[in-house]
């Protein structure tokens, strides 16, 4: 008996290993291939690069049927394995939606291209003169969950700035992602540019996934896009270089001076406009002086939108169908129709609130009350800060830099939204005459 029981054993490691070596000979062959592809890239210009991103838009209108069809199976899956509104309202797509991402790559093709730009120069007394250049990274990893907008918003940042980008998509959107890289593939194909600009990790094992985070021989950054468990999961494990984005709890502090004709409004889009991003107000504090004549008016705008509230002992007070806030809730993200809320003393309190329960990510206050506002721009750490405005502009869109690759919220090479710039980096080109040291 146990001579069989060891004999199994030799066989399932003989198999473990044999799937692992199969894992590694995929992923190897991508990463061969996305550097020979960034070596290609970086020679193209910069009209042959918005040339391919047109070509690519056109091929998304021409393809909806076919990119809707691969979306409904993964949309119908995700409804039935009970998915919540949040993660569906971002894994569904469109012809909306697929017109919007094909119109990101026509607003990334007007926008100037980083790559080559002189950030500085200067000469040294030897006579060398340095320049400070803008380049590509290379190659550019994503991981990333349901959003299969991601695909075309990756590829576009990453093409026009001479990165080949690998992605891994998450599992529900597998069908999703398979055919819109397919499409962009197509069109750079017939552009005669090579198609291992975007590749796609088809294959859902996570053994594959840790795997990918591994693959330091190929990959010079990683970007991970999705929930605080995905981002957390590739910090802890990546050897790759990580630009950590995504999760936001989100908070607006409505102080004892502020617009409460505004407020409202102001909540209630960055609440409710749409749930399942990472720049929706998750939590709300309001000054315990204007609680009285705030909360009523805004408790019955946030249940005509369905929202949950859950609040401490005053809000309770003021909204009886509040339900009592923990100390969780203060840091959660919900991504859904629920927000916490608290009351506080001063601007000092909601500041010191915040930054104890935020991610970094998007804070606002509303007041008219110019010291408290500068106050809270300048203590708040987080990549954006607001000051009478909804957090849900933090987005590289609403910010000018077309799509986006992530909100960074971290502080080293990149902060906030990332667009072309963020996926460069630079090199010094140094010209001399025959000097020696």
């Known amino acids: 008996m146990f001579t069989g029981m060891l004999k199994y054993g030799i066989i399932y490691k003989k198999s473990q290993n044999a799937e692992k070596g199969k894992r590694m000979e995929y992923l190897d062959k991508l990463g061969q291939n996305a550097v020979a592809a960034k070596y290609e890239l970086q020679k193209l210009s910069t009209a042959d690069k918005n040339a391919a991103l047109q070509a690519a838009a056109a091929a998304l209108i021409s393809a909806t049927d076919r990119i809707l069809e691969a979306n409904r199976i993964d949309y119908e899956r995700a409804v039935a394995n009970g998915m919540s509104d949040g993660l569906l309202d971002r894994l569904k797509l469109t012809p909306e939606r697929i017109k919007a991402m094909a119109e990101g790559l026509q607003q990334i093709v007007c926008l100037e291209d980083p790559v080559g730009t002189i950030i500085e120069s200067f000469d040294r007394p030897n006579g060398l003169k340095i320049d400070k250049v803008r380049v590509p990274m290379g190659v550019i990893g994503i991981i990333y969950e349901a959003r299969p907008n991601v695909t075309a918003d990756a590829f576009g940042l990453c093409f026009k700035t001479g990165n080949a980008v690998i992605l891994k998509g998450g599992r529900d959107a597998v069908n999703s992602n398979t055919a819109i890289t397919e499409v962009v593939r197509e069109a750079l194909e017939v552009k005669k540019i090579t198609a291992d600009a975007i590749q796609l990790i088809r294959d859902n094992d996570r ?48 102080d004892e001076d502020a617009d409460l004709d505004k407020a409202v409004p102001i909540i209630i889009n960055a609440k409710t406009q749409r749930i399942g991003v990472c720049n929706a107000c998750e939590s709300l504090l309001i000054h315990e ?53 608290k009351t506080v003393a001063s601007v000092d309190e909601a500041i010191l609130h915040i930054n104890r329960y935020n991610t970094k990510h998007s804070d606002a206050i509303l007041t008219q009350n110019r010291e408290h506002a500068e106050q809270f721009l300048r203590e708040i750490d987080s990549a954006c800060v607001y000051v009478n405005a909804s957090t849900r502009f933090t987005d590289g869109f609403e910010f000018g830099f077309g799509a986006e690759i992530g909100i960074s919220t971290q502080k080293l090479h990149a902060r906030g ?19 020696v040291r």
């Open 207 to 254: 053994a594959v996934t840790t795997a990918f985070m591994k693959l330091k021989q190929y990959v010079d950054v990683l970007i991970p896009r999705g929930g605080a468990g995905l981002i957390r999961a590739v910090v802890e494990n990546s050897t790759i270089p990580v630009i950590e984005t995504g999760t936001g709890n989100c908070h607006i502090y409505v």
């Open 289 to 341: 002086k204007i609680a009285e004549k705030l909360l009523p008016v805004l408790g019955r705008a946030l249940q005509e939108k369905k929202v949950e509230m859950r609040g401490d002992a005053r809000v309770r007070q003021l909204l009886p169908e509040a339900l009592e806030a923990t100390e969780e809730d203060y840091g959660t993200e919900y991504l859904d129709y629920i927000i916490s809320m």
């Open 417 to 435: 939204p990332m667009g072309l710039k963020e996926l460069t980096t630079y090199k010094y080109l140094i010209r001399g005459n025959g000097q």
